[in-house]
């Protein structure tokens, strides 16, 4: 990775001191989260392979338009729950009735 302030480049998950400017630039924050995620999406994967195999490798283009469009609805619906779960917490959080 490239520091945005002196072009140097360092690991990510290390922080990094610039070249020619003082300062300590700590790695982003999305790798304090990586390794959790990458954990569980590995766990995903696994427990996809234990019941379906490699089918979805062989999905025709027409199958997996159809199957991401599924998942799309899935997560929209997801984001329907969160919305109104978050809007019963701020009126919570400022004494509002719903």
């Not at 996809?48 to 929209?76: M, P, T, V």
């Not at 919570?92 to 009735?97: C, D, E, L, N, Y």
């Amino acid at each position: 990775m490239r520091c945005s302030v002196c072009d140097g480049e360092f690991e990510p998950t290390q922080p990094h001191r610039c070249l020619g400017t003082p300062g300590t630039h700590d790695a982003p924050q999305w790798t304090d989260h990586w390794g959790e995620f990458a954990a569980q999406l590995k766990g995903k994967l696994e427990k996809g392979y234990q019941e379906y195999g490699d089918d979805s490798f062989d999905l025709s283009l027409d199958q997996l338009i159809k199957e991401l469009q599924a998942e799309c609805l899935d997560i929209a619906g997801w984001g329907l729950i969160l919305w109104v779960k978050l809007r019963r917490l701020d009126a919570m959080v400022h004494g509002k009735t719903s």
